[in-house]
């Protein structure tokens, strides 16, 4: 079975910290993503990459980086966070080939105070 | 511009009778579906999916459609459970893509 491992179920943050996000898949994934989730707008993509130490935009990537530096590992890093990112964060990964199911962690819940 | 949309925020439905979720689509160009089911405090869970060079996909319980000329496509559940009450999204994505496109969710409530 597909193991994605979000570090942590619940962080609570101050506005304006950096905050980091971790998540790890060992299935030799080439392909991870972040996601957020909030309450009637289901789950947006803020970033993906496709390989090592390759990125793309999502839909809402303005105020969030990612690292990948590792396969295996993809970090969303929220620059200076401020209260709007509250939100229930999404890590999933999935094979190369298109047409291929996401596997999700179950989620970092975050509030920023 | 929301491009897959899930109408119903909820449905609730006896235990035994028929589940049927519904989610459409604006871009024709889509071409792959899927259907997610999610737990409290769990990640979305992959459920179902269906090509669009087909217009039905079963797996046990689990009976995707998907009417193209509509942009429409349903997850029918049948018998319903009360295990089977979570959140179900429905995604779509191109071919050659790595992205879906996720509805806002439907919440599921099987009464006992």
């Known amino acids: 079975d597909v193991k994605v491992t979000q570090s942590s179920r619940y962080l609570v943050k101050r506005t304006g910290e950096k905050v980091f996000l971790e998540c790890v898949q060992d299935m030799d994934h080439e392909n991870m993503f972040w996601y957020r989730q909030d309450p009637g707008l289901g789950l947006r993509l803020i970033y993906f990459s496709y390989d090592v130490k390759m990125k793309e935009k999502g839909d809402i990537p303005e105020g969030y980086s990612v690292s990948r530096e590792k396969k295996e590992r993809f970090s969303l890093i929220l620059e200076s966070a401020s209260t709007n990112q509250t939100s229930m964060y999404l890590c999933?990964?999935?094979?190369?080939?298109?047409?291929?199911?996401?596997?999700f962690g179950d989620g970092t819940r975050l509030s920023i105070l | 511009d929301q491009q897959v949309k899930q109408n119903s925020p909820s449905l609730s439905v006896q235990e035994g009778r028929i589940s049927i979720l519904n989610c459409d689509y604006t871009n024709s160009m889509f071409d792959y579906f899927l259907w997610y089911k999610k737990y409290p405090a769990e990640g979305p869970t992959f459920l179902i999916s269906?090509?669009?060079?087909?217009d039905k996909n079963e797996d046990g319980r689990f009976t995707v459609f998907l009417n193209k000329s509509a942009k429409h496509l349903s997850l029918h559940i049948v018998p319903s459970q009360p295990g089977d009450s979570a959140v179900y999204f429905c995604?779509?994505?191109?071919?050659?893509?790595?992205?879906?496109?996720f509805g806002t969710g439907t919440r599921l409530k099987v009464l006992a």
């Open positions: 995604a779509a994505s191109f071919s050659g893509t790595y992205k879906y496109i």
């Open positions: 269906i090509s669009s060079i087909k």
């Open positions: 999933a990964s999935s094979r190369t080939f298109s047409n291929q199911p996401q596997h």
